[in-house]
């Protein structure tokens, strides 16, 4: 753990996740009118809650199984936000460069997640 962290924002995960969930916002911007209430709700959606659920973790800091259940439900948003890019590069809104890119930045927070929950003891309030 490093640096103190005093809050959620100063997570490296939940920073990596904010700028994906912005990356994937300005993307998305591109697409086209007819996925307004479809893909593009979707993924802004599971980006932003991977966001959300890593701040509600660190609230649940006293409770080990709740903190690990909130890591969980962040994993699997993280997954995915990884099918709905997949989803884009196989409609043509992004390019594979691009989607290479956020998949891999996917992984490296779900690695990250991983990690948390694998040393959960680490995180909790005691």
Known sequence: MGDKINSFRDLYV???????????????????????????????RSSRSVCANIAESWRKRRYKNAFIAKLSDAESEAGETQVWI?????????????????????????AQIVIMIRDNEKWLIK
């Open 14 to 44: 939940y920073q990596n996740a904010m700028n994906n969930a912005m990356k994937i916002f300005e993307i998305t911007k591109t697409f086209p009118p007819e996925e307004k209430y479809s893909l593009v709700d979707q993924v802004r």
């Open 86 to 110: 997949d989803f884009s590069l196989r409609c043509g809104y992004i390019g594979s460069a691009m989607a290479d890119d956020l998949s891999q930045e996917y992984e490296h927070i779900i």
